[in-house]
């Protein structure tokens, strides 16, 4: 039975905090869009392999002190290509090794294509209390050009069942900038999301790499990408729609139900450890950021063999200017800005002098404030956030 409050949870301040991330390199098939690392198609069998390599690398983690974690979060990928009896071994493995608390947040991401109602109550019973569906778009022909495995039908069958299911803890992904996308269509993606009641709505900029399909179609001339002014529209639309309608703007990107901000991503952006478990899933760990291996036929037959997944080291940050630095990058996208005081006891240093002239000169722009002792970006400075962002940076 699961017995997990949505909201409700209490996390001991002074106890090392450390969030599980589990990455599912896996999909139904490459959207047009993307270019993360994930297997769009893939022979009978190699997803149980993967989950009994998981499992291994999971049984062989040395945890070295005691700490607690308060946050799991299976992404990918589409993790509900999962069955109900892999999650449940995935879940039971976890809780063996980390001993996670009732009120651990257990998030899994969803497509909306994989996710019958049978698979929700055997996902919940397996322990599972938050879920985040990729819908991405209400609109057929948008979610053709992005080239989703799903229909709009399908979106509103599966948050169907979340709600007869009793999830009361779910997000919906959504995109904007999208080839071809006019104000009213973006109007009518953000009012549907809002009718489907979720706790959480996250909207994200469609962001291109060359390589991707669609960035190939749209250079041939077949779409065309909304200007920058249209997308700054269509964020400060979308932000507006969703305060008006009782959503809490708390991160650049995110939006929430009082008391259903994602716990897990809290972690990321309080700049606080987390482990990452399967292949190309990211650690970050004592001032280090590393990732294990992107391929899964790789990971597989290491951890077949006994081994621990190849890790590469991303970045080092061994001086207390290093790390402050990074989490001002990721705390001035909490919309609550930084507490200033809080931020000088962890780091020692004091924000307000060592970056006084970036500061006086966002100030004066009004991109930037300070006030009742927090640093944060104004409204004004959300949509150009990684230009003042990458400032800070030492
Ligand atoms: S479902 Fe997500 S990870 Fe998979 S191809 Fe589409 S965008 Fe990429």
């Not at 997990?4 to 090392?16: H, I, L, M, N, T």
């Not at 997803?47 to 049984?59: M, N």
């Not at 999208?178 to 909207?203: F, G, L, R, Y």
């Not at 991160?251 to 399967?278: D, K, Q, T």
């Amino acid at each position: 039975m699961n017995s997990f409050q949505p909201g409700c949870y209490k996390v001991e301040d002074k106890a090392r905090k450390i969030g599980i991330y589990v990455h599912i390199p896996f999909c139904l098939r490459k959207c047009s869009y993307c270019d993360f690392y994930s297997l769009g198609s893939f022979e009978n069998g190699l997803l149980e392999q993967y989950v009994k390599a998981l499992i291994k690398e999971i049984e062989e983690i040395e945890l070295k002190e005691d700490a607690i974690f308060p946050t799991v979060y299976i992404g990918g990928g589409t993790p509900s290509l999962l069955s109900g009896s892999q999650m449940e071994l995935l879940l039971k493995t976890l809780n063996r090794k980390f001993n996670l608390r009732k009120d651990t947040e257990i998030t899994v991401e969803a497509n909306p294509a994989t996710l019958p109602e049978s698979r929700i109550s055997h996902f919940y019973n397996a322990g599972v209390n938050r879920f985040s569906l990729g819908v991405q778009s209400f609109d057929n022909f948008e979610l053709e050009v992005l080239g989703r495995t799903h229909t709009v039908k399908e979106v509103f069958e599966t948050v169907d069942a979340l709600h007869r299911s009793g999830i009361k803890n779910f997000n919906l992904d959504i995109i904007y900038g999208i080839p071809d996308q006019t104000v009213k269509k973006w109007e009518n993606n953000i009012k549907k999301a809002i009718e489907c009641n979720p706790s959480h709505i996250s909207m994200y900029l469609l962001q291109l790499d060359e390589s991707t399909p669609l960035a190939k179609r749209i250079t041939e001339g077949k779409f065309t990408l909304p200007d920058e002014e249209m997308v700054s529209d269509f964020y400060y639309i979308g932000t507006e729609y969703l305060e008006n309608s009782g959503f809490e703007h708390y991160e650049l990107s995110n939006f929430c139900r009082p008391g259903f901000v994602c716990r897990h991503n809290m972690i990321y952006w309080h700049a606080e450890e987390y482990i990452g478990l399967g292949a190309g899933a990211v650690s970050y760990l004592e001032g280090r950021r590393f990732v294990n291996i992107a391929s899964v036929y790789e990971y597989i037959r290491r951890l077949e063999k006994g081994l621990k997944p190849l890790q590469e080291e991303l970045e080092f940050m061994n001086t207390s200017e290093m790390l402050a630095a990074d989490a001002i990058i990721l705390g001035l996208r909490l919309c609550r800005g930084i507490n200033l005081l809080e931020f000088k006891m962890r780091f020692g240093i004091d924000i307000e002098k060592k970056y006084k002239t970036i500061i006086e000169k966002y100030e004066k722009e009004k991109l930037l404030e300070i006030k009742n002792g927090y640093i944060y970006l104004t409204k004004k400075g959300y949509f150009i956030s990684n230009d003042i962002l990458c400032r800070f940076i030492v």
